[in-house]
């Protein structure tokens, strides 16, 4: 029997609880006798702590107060390098770092009390740009202002340069982007010494939030409880950032020894949490006359902030990216992830890539305009095909066709009569219109061997009914977990969609799944469900209770027999790489990812040219991700992505003065709303994937990548100015296209 | 610390008449709550910007957030916990109209504002009538195909 293979998707598990304002969020929660925990934080981006003092005007003894002496463990925040303290001590490394935490029961006084709390800090230098940091003008990290570099390398960069006919070079900036999810952080705590520690909140990655509160506390595993509710978006910035939450809400309930509530409001999340990595990136690329790729020599920089935290990983997936959907075979990378004194930048959907991947695509059509290429013939002559190698040396096992999926988005958008209709109109129209493209991959699943370091494990249990339940730490966040979950043990197993059960990620309760980052969700974790689910069917059928086709009624039957005879029926399934995948972490070398996602967009662009602003008017997102799960949701995942690169492209300025967000409001950072997003026209290419569940891919990542090019590249379509930078503000297209002395131009061919 | 007296306010929410006894500049979203504990409402942005704490007051779609409770005085208020599971919420479970959740309440007292007014919009009707509701994981496409439904199937 076939269940839900055919007819109308199925409806998103937790969606009845959301559409009638029932499902629970953090804020949505109270505990009898809570306090309200506010955090104070550093004014100035670095110095060193003088001196603290609690102001007239405040029952200060009323309130719990904790500073970094009331920590019982280790004041740091446990990731990857633990630089970051939960507490700032001694010495302040950005604007906002926090420092004391109050409590009361009365949050309108708390929130009077944080003011009243006077931090006196002697001020050192610091520094707020990449340039700064490079110079090493001031050291403010570790000996150099460095968390990580790389250098990759592929065939011989030196002599295929010196050789070429032609060189081309330009640099590509990014603006930070705040995530912006709807529902600001915010976590609850309990923490005694007899129960230990537990923690509910908004949050990606339970066991993240464990190991951070692990040291922090000192104490074992099982008193360290973190439960995930309802969460309102995460994108990447409820990855790093909630653990300190976590930390501060349970330092104030252990020194309380009440129920502790931080929710943070709209303009503290933006200005106090992570955003994604500003970046800048160079290209120098030696191409033949007739528009083949000889040699690429990449400098990849992003600004991390100051502390370490994600930025080694974030930049990995970027360098692994910047050379994209196509094959050359002389590579050099170089890459750093730099400090400055702002808040550390942390994950954003994409990971690195869309940085990367914009500069790449900006620069292949710099590179085809000087060979006298189309930008899609250029492409055409440059793709990654089955068999080919990428930059660390991955071979490429699918059946890629990156030319077909070109083709197919320029025919659906009607790219070559809109260059040549728009080329005609613009002579004479106040508004310019432009259309443009971007070609990329995205890889699913952590990079290199993270997926085999991670481990994860998943179970799934049967009860006597016949109902499964799925035990992961996988976070629903909106991108639909807990329904690609449902289906992949439902259709596994042969039972209805609703006779599964997704358990709420509890670490008490659930297995270590990994954390719900890198597209790895679906594809990874999946598959795990998916294994899983094939060994408990193979239990009953093994005991002799079960034989295929069978109908939920004798399943249930069997699952009854099987707990009555053997007390319980579960299954549980850890990850394994796939065949043949292997990866060198000391060269850098090797199978970077289980498998790519290859998409093609084109954004098709009116520039006005007298208010200098751009309005997107088509847009067309192309993608082969596998076996399609979810119709809806898929197409949710990229219509949704697709909003946010336009936001990143044209909208999303994150504006700082010494290294703090001053627009920190959603009435000045402006995000898409519903009159600012064109159509989105979202196509699936199906090509099934060997080792995805139900032959699934990675996809949430992916449509952050190709908007900002084909934005940019439609701009120059109609302005003829190539601009390399984002966000691009309506000012920056005035100043190019007013100016005496021309930016770069040069022909856009038809 | 606060020494603004407290005051009683009566009005309708949801069809059940309340006093109230709270502070004058009280924010109506946080007596919702707070003290009805009607936690649909959701706080986004707290400056009117994000529509997440959407309600109808007196059939009018407004940001709770930037309404003083004194201003409610004998009005009619419904939140999302007030509107009748219907055509809206089916078409937004069967279109991917709510994915994170935390837009939606507002989304669909917004939705359900505008068909009362519009019963027949057009998409751009629809985008005009949802502009002061932001939502950051659907890029907006399936929202207007789930009002577009409910105008349909109400």
């Known amino acids: ?406 083709d197919r988005a320029l025919e659906l958008s009607g790219y070559h009569e809109k260059r040549i209709a728009f080329a005609a109109g613009n002579a004479t129209s106040r508004r310019k219109k432009g259309i443009g493209f971007a070609s990329f991959l995205h890889g699913a699943g952590f990079t290199g061997s993270g997926e085999r370091y991670l481990q994860s494990i998943i179970t799934v249990e049967a009860s006597r009914g016949g109902i499964v339940r799925v035990l992961a730490s996988s976070t629903e966040i909106g991108q639909g977990t807990n329904t690609i979950f449902s289906q992949i043990a439902s259709q596994t197993l042969s039972i209805p969609y ?132 979810h119709p809806i949701l898929a197409a949710g995942q990229i219509e949704g992505g697709v909003a946010q690169g336009i936001g990143y492209a044209l909208y999303e300025n994150v504006v700082w003065r010494d290294g703090r967000m001053v627009n920190n409001q959603m009435t000045n950072y402006i995000m898409p709303t519903s009159a600012d997003i064109p159509p989105i026209r979202v196509y699936f290419e199906e090509n099934p994937y060997a080792y995805g569940p139900l032959g699934a891919k990675g996809i949430g990542e992916l449509p952050m990548d190709g908007p900002a090019p084909a934005i940019l590249s439609a701009i120059e379509n109609a302005t003829g100015v190539a601009f390399t930078h984002i966000p691009l503000s309506p000012e920056d297209i005035s100043r190019s296209l007013t100016t005496q002395e021309p930016m770069v131009l040069h022909e856009v061919a038809p | 610390v606060n020494v603004v007296p407290k005051i009683e306010v009566s009005c309708t929410v949801n069809g059940s008449a309340h006093t109230l006894t709270t502070y004058p500049m009280a924010r109506l979203l946080d007596v919702l709550r707070e003290q009805l504990k009607l936690t649909g409402t959701k706080e986004g942005c707290g400056e009117g910007e994000c529509g997440a704490c959407s309600v109808l007051i007196d059939g009018d779609l407004v940001n709770s957030c930037l309404v003083p409770i004194l201003q409610v005085q004998d009005c009619a208020i419904t939140t999302i916990e007030g509107i009748a599971e219907g055509s809206v919420q089916q078409a937004f479970l069967e279109c991917g109209g709510a994915q994170c959740g935390i837009c939606t309440p507002g989304m669909i007292v917004a939705a359900v504002h505008l068909l009362a007014h519009t019963p027949d919009p057009t998409e751009e009707q629809i985008r005009e009538g949802l502009a002061g509701n932001l939502c950051r994981c659907t890029g907006y496409g399936k929202i207007f195909e789930s009002v577009l439904r409910a105008a349909i199937t109400a």
């Not at chain 1, 029926?569 to 972490?585: N, V």
Request: proline share 5%; charged share 20%.
């Open chain 1, 1 to 406: 029997m076939i269940v839900n293979a055919a007819g109308p998707p199925v409806l998103r598990k937790e969606g009845r609880a959301k559409v009638t304002g029932q499902a629970l969020y953090v804020d949505d929660v109270t505990f009898p006798g809570m306090l309200y925990g506010v955090t104070v934080r550093s004014p100035i981006a670095r110095g060193r702590i003088t001196r603290i003092v609690f102001e007239d005007g405040i029952p200060w003894d009323e309130f719990t107060i904790v500073t970094a002496d009331d920590i019982p463990g280790k004041n740091a925040v446990s990731l990857i390098v633990d630089d970051q303290p939960f507490l700032a001590k001694d010495q302040v490394n950005h604007p906002e770092e926090p420092i004391v935490l109050l409590a009361h029961p009365d949050k309108y006084l708390a929130e009077k009390a944080r003011n009243h709390v006077r931090i006196e800090i002697e001020p050192m230098p610091a520094i707020f740009t990449l340039e700064e940091s490079e110079s090493k003008s001031q050291i403010v990290w570790g000996q150099d202002n460095v968390f990580k570099t790389y250098l990759m390398e592929k065939g011989d960069l030196d002599s295929a340069m010196a050789d070429a006919d032609l060189i081309v070079e330009g640099e590509y900036t990014t603006g930070a982007q705040e995530q912006l999810y709807i529902e600001t952080n915010g976590m609850i705590s309990v923490a005694n010494a007899e129960e230990g520690v537990t923690v509910w909140g908004s949050m990606q990655c339970p066991y993240y939030i464990q190991k951070a509160l692990l040291s922090l506390f000192g104490l074992p595993e099982e008193k360290i409880r973190i439960v995930q509710m309802e969460t309102g978006g995460g994108f990447g910035g409820k990855e790093d950032y909630p653990s300190i939450i976590a930390g501060h809400a349970a330092l104030l309930a252990w020194k309380s020894g009440k129920p502790v509530k931080i929710i943070y409001d709209r303009a503290e999340d933006m200005v106090a949490t992570t955003k994604r990595h500003p970046s800048r990136t160079r290209h120098k690329t030696a191409v033949s006359k007739d528009g083949k790729l000889l040699a690429m020599d990449i400098d990849f920089v992003i600004d991390g902030g100051a502390y370490a935290t994600l930025s080694s990983v974030v930049l990995s997936r970027g360098t692994i990216h910047a050379v994209g959907a196509y094959s050359c075979p002389n590579i050099r990378i170089t890459a750093k992830a730099l400090a400055t004194n702002a808040p550390s930048h942390g994950a954003f959907r994409g990971f690195g890539a869309p940085q990367s991947i914009f500069a790449l695509e900006l620069h292949m059509d710099k590179v085809a305009a000087a060979v006298g290429l189309t930008p899609d013939e250029f492409r055409r002559r440059n793709f990654l095909h089955q068999g080919d190698t990428t930059s660390t040396g991955q071979v490429i096992r699918e059946a890629v066709n990156m030319d077909q999926l070109l």
């Open chain 1, 498 to 629: 609703e006779a599964i059960e997704i358990a709420k990620p509890d670490t008490n309760a659930v297995p270590n799944s990994g954390p719900t980052v890198a597209s790895r969700t679906c594809m990874v974790v999946g598959k795990l469900i998916e294994s899983a689910s094939l060994g408990l069917k193979q239990s009953l059928i093994a005991a002799g209770l079960l034989s295929e086709p069978y109908s939920h009624d004798q399943f249930q039957s069997a699952c009854a027999a099987y707990i009555d005879q053997f007390g319980a029926l579960k299954s549980s399934s850890q990850y394994e790489a796939p065949p043949g995948i292997f990866w060198d972490d000391d060269k850098y070398q090797g199978d970077a990812y289980g498998a790519f996602a290859w998409a093609v967009y084109v954004a098709e662009v009116s520039v006005d040219t007298v208010t200098y602003e751009v309005q997107v008017d088509d847009f067309v997102a192309l993608q082969e991700v596998g076996h399609v799960i």
